[in-house]
């Protein structure tokens, strides 16, 4: 550190992207311990950290930003960073999207009724998309030959006026609402959490970014986690730990009443609903099950 640096002062200027993933991400930050006030009234929202600095810009120039060093780190999809072919350091992969947790998919699609099985089949046709250049390499890739031409948004309305689209898609939900038929995948895409290179050698920013990491991804993995506490007597905690999930460690403590232990774990929600039956039926009691916030491994 240089003498006289007051780290107190120092700021990190974090990217939130606007658009489809800005709600998650704010909602993430809030379940990670920030509490973010004015999102939705500024381009720069405040958050309870005066180490950080928050600034909303579309996803798809979140990449180029920060390789450029105006953030110093941010969250966008692997997709723009191809797309862009931004030379950023990637911190970390943050399995949240728009609707769900799975990664999107930007799909070649057509109309239902188009003739066009593979993408051989648009040999000399017009492709829509936003995301020109991958699309370009994609049909490079397979030696076809197409025009790529850039569409701002609302790519399906534009599938009838086209040969095809490229497009993305989470649930596909949209595309069959447009009567349109998935050729291929183009890319698997997922958010990322990125950040400038000369911003990860600095000490203060990258332990920054990396105590960000740390609390997102704690938050992530707590959305499909619960908490689970039980009191078992003690002639039948053989039986019930045998219930529980293998990989998974309880911790078991003493009660006031030597006849009984207490029985706690974090399991998978959707194995809570099967297990919770069982559990009552071989000897536990006083079972409850609590939301968590993060859970950091």
């Known amino acids: 550190m240089r003498k006289g640096t007051d780290l107190s002062q120092r700021v990190l200027k974090l990217g939130i992207p606007k658009g489809s993933l800005e709600k998650a991400t704010f909602e993430l930050l809030e379940k990670a311990g920030f509490t973010v006030t004015g999102q939705d009234r500024s381009y720069f929202p405040r958050i309870d950290d005066d180490e950080l600095q928050i600034i909303l ?3 798809q120039e979140m990449s180029r930003y920060v390789a450029d060093g105006v953030l110093d780190a941010g969250f ?3 997709d723009w960073i191809v797309e862009n072919g931004s030379d950023v350091h990637e911190v970390c992969e943050l399995a949240y999207s728009k609707a769900t947790s799975n990664p999107t998919r930007w799909v070649l699609a057509v109309p239902s009724e188009s003739s066009v099985q593979r993408a051989e089949d648009l ?3 017009l492709i829509a998309t936003e995301l020109v250049n991958a699309t370009r390499r994609y049909f490079e890739a397979k030696g076809v030959n197409v025009k790529v031409e850039f569409s701002w948004g609302a790519t399906e309305v ?3 006026l086209v040969d095809a689209i490229v497009e993305l898609t989470e649930t596909g939900s949209s595309l069959r609402a447009n009567n349109l038929r998935i050729v291929d995948t183009i890319m698997v895409s997922t958010t990322r959490f990125i950040a400038n290179r000369d911003a990860w050698k600095d000490e203060f920013k990258r332990r920054k970014i990396e105590n960000l990491a740390i609390l997102l991804r704690a938050a992530i993995d707590a959305r499909t986690r619960v908490g689970m506490k039980m009191n078992v007597p003690k002639a039948e905690l053989a039986k019930v730990l045998a219930l529980l999930p ?6 078991i403590s003493d009660l ?4 009984y232990v207490a029985v706690e774990i974090v399991i998978e929600d959707k194995v809570e609903r099967e297990l919770v039956p069982l559990l009552k039926r ?3 009691s006083g079972i409850i099950t609590y939301p968590l916030n993060r859970v950091i491994h």
């Open 57 to 59: 810009l579309r996803a």
């Open 76 to 78: 966008t999809g692997h």
């Open 123 to 125: 040999r000399d046709g």
């Open 158 to 160: 534009k599938a009838r």
């Open 246 to 251: 293998a990989e998974k460690s309880p911790t």
């Open 256 to 259: 006031a009443d030597r006849q």
């Open 282 to 284: 071989a000897g536990a």
